[in-house]
């Protein structure tokens, strides 16, 4: 049972990731949520009962890649074009 108020969100949850961290292995890359998730810093996750929920990392960079170009600046050094 979660201790924290509000709860947090259950596993099932469509904001699950929402939950509290309670354990944290940065140097491993991953961390153990309230809800008993297990997140992966690529934003994989291990759902309580062994299901899994792959790599979904957000789409926005890709969309703002092709609007941005680099080029030469002043100097030669690269600079962001708009």
């Known amino acids: 049972m979660c201790p924290h108020t509000?709860?947090?969100?259950?596993?099932?949850?469509?904001?699950r990731e929402a939950a509290h961290t309670i354990?944290?292995?940065?140097?491993?890359g991953w961390s153990l949520?309230?809800?008993g998730i297990v997140i992966f810093d690529d934003?994989?996750?291990?759902?309580?009962?062994g299901a899994f929920i792959a790599p979904h990392r957000p789409t926005?960079?890709?969309a703002f890649d092709r609007r941005v170009g680099v080029g030469p600046g002043?100097?030669?050094?690269?600079?962001?074009?708009?």
Not at 23 to 28: A, I, W
Not at 74 to 82: K, N
């Open 6 to 15: 509000p709860p947090c969100p259950a596993a099932s949850a469509p904001d």
């Open 74 to 82: 002043p100097g030669g050094r690269a600079t962001i074009m708009f």
């Open 43 to 49: 934003t994989g996750e291990l759902l309580p009962g």
């Open 33 to 35: 949520l309230c809800n």
């Open 60 to 62: 926005d960079l890709a």
């Open 23 to 28: 354990v944290s292995h940065p140097e491993q």
